[in-house]
């Protein structure tokens, strides 16, 4: 199976005059693969993904995305790559908080017609579906996300990530303001729709105890000759 993303001797510096933080030579990643992404605090792996997704570009080298050389896009092209097909389940959330809850799980749908196009039925009940899968109580649908607790904060970012099927699913630590029932609830329901969609899932955590359920394992600090060095 051909990769869906490709890194070759890709560098990432955030400045010009600067060491890089990441030296990568090779790493390839699997349509349909779900990817657990490990390695402490501070090595690269939130950088990785920024990367992966064209919020950054690398310095040097090269990484295809769904057969797109992205440091060849112009900053609104990754943009509209990134609306058309990532789901991305960020650290600090990113939700909107004058919205209600429904309007953030419903936004990226709103911004793109391809994922909004394999939607079945409405985005509000498609919104609702994934909501009550990932155990959100009903009554705090049309609240604003503020009034959420960070637990609540964090399955209304896993909804707006899923809906509309993305090709490729990213999340950040997104289980850590879980707790253990609701944990497993949610890598269910991320495996879950990763598999319905095809969707390659990469999934970076510092809970060891989530490993076994992925099909693949990578330690950042074994594949970026920066940490190696």
């Known amino acids: 199976m051909a990769p869906i993303i490709t890194l070759s001797n890709a560098t990432f510096r955030w400045k010009a005059d600067q060491a890089p933080t990441l030296d990568i030579p090779s790493l390839n990643i699997e349509q349909g693969q779900h990817l657990f992404l490990k390695g402490p605090s501070g090595c690269g792996k939130s950088t990785l ?3 992966i997704t064209g919020i950054n570009t690398v310095s040097s080298g090269s990484l295809s995305a769904l057969g797109q050389e992205l440091n060849a896009l112009s900053a609104s092209q990754r943009d509209r790559f990134r609306a058309d097909h990532v789901g991305y389940i960020f650290q600090q959330f990113n939700l909107l908080p004058y919205l209600s809850v429904i309007d953030n799980v419903t ?5 793109s017609p391809k994922r909004k196009s394999k939607v079945q039925g409405s985005l509000d009940q498609e919104a609702k579906l994934l909501l009550d899968q990932l155990r959100l ?3 705090l649908i049309n609240k604003p996300v503020v ?3 960070i637990g609540q904060q964090q ?3 896993a909804a707006r990530a899923l809906i509309g099927q993305p090709e490729l699913l990213i999340a ?4 850590s303001a879980l ?3 609701n944990r497993e609830a949610f890598i269910s329901l991320l495996m879950e729709q990763a598999n319905q969609a095809n969707s390659t899932l990469v999934f970076v955590s510092h809970d060891p105890t989530l490993e076994s359920l992925f099909t693949r394992s990578e330690n950042l600090m074994d594949i970026n000759q ?3 060095s």
């Open 49 to 51: 993904l920024s990367l």
């Open 107 to 111: 936004l990226p749908c709103r911004f």
């Open 137 to 139: 109580p009903k009554s």
């Open 147 to 149: 009034e959420l607790s």
């Open 155 to 157: 399955r209304v970012a």
């Open 172 to 175: 950040d630590e997104p289980t």
């Open 179 to 181: 707790d253990h029932d």
């Open 226 to 228: 920066v940490s190696g």
